[in-house]
């Protein structure tokens, strides 16, 4: 009989760096590969070897495109992988963007910690670039939702909606060897059942074994309405004139924030100053929503018409060159900037809160988890100084969060999404948390469903049964 183990190779005690090794006889199948991110510490083991090696992977199966579940393929590809990738439609249109994205922004940090030298690394080097980006995208092969695909010897996985963005996905893999069975169910980053934006997520009925996310396992999403608090801080920015910089992911949250400014503009609640998305990608993923109306609650004729599009508030402009990017510097208030990378770890709002932190007249609005260690975090905790480009800069500008427009189930939801389950699983991870959220969620599992549970650490190794 073939073992059959999984090792948690990310998002073990973090909420990022998502990998997870499947291994299964001979076979090595990889689910997510995702880019650490937040202390130097945890990024640094994106540029460790890696646990096995690449060309022993025999395929990688996305559960969604956002980096930190994606954004190590390029590296894995660079040493040496070469099998499939399996990725639901949107999921490979967006990763299509977002990858070489990516791998340019790779480059253009090796080469400004080059040029300014404040990089530990003497040179800064690339984790990968664009063009290994381009490279890995080939590799990705589209799977249909809801229809099991082989993708080995007596292996296939099953893709259902997951309901956090476009193409995320609740991965369901079945081994079947003669008369044995096993069902391994990973929930990915599940989404909500609010249908404020997205679809919500699909249940499944049974699994073996199960790995679950826990981002919000211990924190309930408020009932606070999230328009209400983006109101109240846009009209005071607007009445002082000020600049509202909104770091958020190019992908889902973007979207979303542009819905709510225009909801709120067509109603007269906000006035209607200038608004810049500072993010070549954020355009495109507009149009992919366009695409995949399957997914979301959106009118797709509304969405074709750039005067009534949901996602194009008032006085909207994308910017895309980067000379225009850096005229917003100059630029007086009031205005909106929304700009990546949502965690203020890398892109252009990170050049914005260089120039714009010191200035008592910004405010700096976080609309998505800040992970541990994160410059994000630091900001949004009330850190007096954060360190940009080898500088410490002051912060002197407001800072406010809206809570409640997580694209993450809270533990309430979660718990919704676990109640599908006829009967229990034989075991269950909890992944995708730091350590108070992780041992939250596994008490709120243990008092509703009295089920036995596990959060594993980084490269745990969990033999499992057939």
């Excluded at 975090?377 to 480009?389: F, S």
Aim: charge should be positive; proline fraction near 6%; charged fraction near 25%.
């Amino acid at each position: 009989m073939p073992d059959l183990s999984l090792t948690f190779l990310g998002a073990a005690g973090t909420v990022t760096g998502s990998k997870y090794l499947l291994q299964f006889g001979r076979a090595n199948y990889l689910i997510d590969c995702g880019l650490f991110q937040g202390a130097d510490d945890i990024e640094q083991r994106d540029r460790q070897p890696f646990y096995i090696d690449p060309r022993k992977i025999t395929a990688v199966v996305l559960s969604h495109a956002h980096i930190d579940h994606s954004g190590y393929l390029p590296k894995l590809v660079k040493d040496g992988f070469r099998g499939k990738v399996y990725a639901t439609q949107a999921t490979r249109d967006l990763v299509q963007i977002m990858l070489p994205d990516s791998g340019k922004l790779q480059e253009e940090q090796a080469f400004y910690a080059n040029k300014k030298g404040y990089s530990a690394h003497r040179p800064a080097v690339p984790l990968y670039t664009a063009r290994d980006a381009e490279r890995a995208l080939r590799s990705i092969r589209a799977v249909r939702p809801n229809e099991p695909i082989e993708i080995g010897d007596h292996i296939s996985v099953t893709m259902r909606r997951a309901g956090h963005i476009l193409g995320s996905s609740i991965l369901e893999f079945s081994i079947a060897l003669g008369r044995r069975r096993a069902t391994i169910a990973f929930s990915g980053d599940l989404g909500r059942y609010d249908r404020v934006f997205m679809k919500p997520p699909e249940p499944i009925a049974a699994a073996d074994y199960l790995v679950v996310e826990s981002t919000y396992g211990n924190r309930a999403h408020p009932a606070t309405s999230v328009e209400e608090q983006l109101a109240n801080v846009v009209n005071r920015v607007a009445e002082r004139k000020g600049v509202l910089l909104m770091p958020a992911f190019a992908v889902g949250r973007t979207q979303r924030m542009l819905y709510h400014l225009r909801r709120l503009q067509d109603t007269g609640r906000i006035p209607e100053i200038p608004v810049y998305v500072d993010s070549p990608m954020a355009s495109d993923v507009s149009d992919v929503y366009c695409r995949h109306s399957e997914e979301h609650e959106l009118s797709v004729d509304l969405l074709k018409d750039p005067e009534r599009c949901p996602l194009h508030a008032h006085r909207l402009r994308f910017v895309r060159a980067v000379e225009e990017s850096k005229k917003l510097n100059d630029m007086p208030g009031p205005m909106i900037i929304i700009a990546a990378s949502g965690m203020c770890e890398g892109g252009r709002i990170v050049h914005h809160l260089k120039h714009r932190l010191p200035d008592p007249a910004t405010t700096v609005l976080f609309v998505g988890y800040q992970a541990e260690g994160t410059r994000g975090r630091k900001i949004a905790t009330g850190a007096k100084e954060v360190r940009i480009h080898g500088q410490w800069v002051p912060l002197r500008a407001s800072v406010e969060t809206i809570h409640g427009i997580s694209a993450h189930a809270d533990w309430q939801d979660t718990l919704q999404w676990l109640s599908n389950f006829t009967a229990p699983p034989r075991l269950t991870f909890i992944t995708h948390g730091e350590p108070d959220a992780r041992e939250g969620l596994a008490q709120h599992i243990a008092e509703r469903f009295n089920w036995k549970v596990e959060t594993p650490g980084y490269k745990s190794v969990f033999p499992l049964e057939i």
